[in-house]
């Protein structure tokens, strides 16, 4: 069975939905979550999650907030849960901190997407492997495969394939992109390779992780929680239907 990663931001569509919102993904069949550490210039995001991060910064978001929604929930959502965010935040609240909230509330993994490989190994690697944590590089169709084999040496928990060289949501985005994903499949990596970005219902899921691990769904997920008003039932049922 195909691993499913969903991606949300915390502190929307409310301030107290995150908890209720991880719990509802577990319930629904998800196999993990990433858990989107809101930031006033999420660069690799495209306009649903940037949309999303400024309500949830609007909505009043913290680090702090987040902590305590997530110590909660440590017990009961028992899937993985992996923090994302971008470096700036994290070293605002101090990154040894960080970590060891992280390992406090039940977080397993964290991906830094502008967190360069070298910085990593030099200044944080050692700090992250003290608590614990899994660590996820992405790679893209343009990643050469020595570097690939590189970030995935680095990383641990899961190597995150991102579909195209482009931001999240982008409608354009060639899903099947079948040279690089069979290129991925046949490297000897040590760990499974999650594809992301552009997979918007069960074809495209079913589609991106035919050779590979699993697939990360972020925009379309996030779209029903900005937009329906019973985007409880209906973010339920998005999740069933893509591992039904």
């Not at 997920?221 to 039904?244: D, H, P, T």
């Amino acid at each position: 069975m195909k691993k499913l990663n969903i991606y949300f931001a915390a502190g929307i569509p409310g301030l107290e939905d995150t908890s209720k919102i991880a719990e509802l993904i577990q319930r629904s069949g998800a196999d993990m979550m990433e858990i989107g550490i809101p930031y006033s210039d999420p660069v690799a995001d495209g306009p649903i999650i940037q949309k999303a991060h400024a309500k949830s910064l609007k909505n009043g978001i913290t680090l702090e907030i987040l902590f305590t929604q997530l110590f909660t929930i440590k017990d009961t959502v028992t899937v993985p849960k992996i923090l994302m965010g971008y470096l700036n935040t994290i070293l605002q609240f101090g990154f040894e901190n960080f970590c060891k909230k992280c390992s406090e509330t039940g977080i397993s993994g964290l991906i830094i997407p502008d967190l360069p490989p070298f910085e990593y190994v030099e200044n944080y690697r050692k700090i992250v492997e003290k608590y614990s944590l899994h660590f996820s590089f992405l790679i893209t169709p343009e990643t050469p495969p020595e570097r690939v084999k590189y970030l995935d040496k680095l990383s641990s928990g899961f190597l995150y394939a991102v579909s195209a060289s482009s931001t999240t949501g982008n409608e354009n985005i060639m899903l099947k992109n079948e040279q690089y994903l069979n290129g991925l499949a046949s490297l000897p990596l040590k760990n499974p390779v999650m594809v992301g970005f552009g997979i918007k219902s069960k074809s495209d899921f079913l589609s991106v992780t035919e050779n590979l691990w699993g697939g990360i769904i972020g925009s379309a997920f996030v779209k029903i929680l900005l937009e329906e008003k019973n985007w409880e039932e209906k973010a339920a049922s998005f999740i069933r239907e893509i591992k039904g």
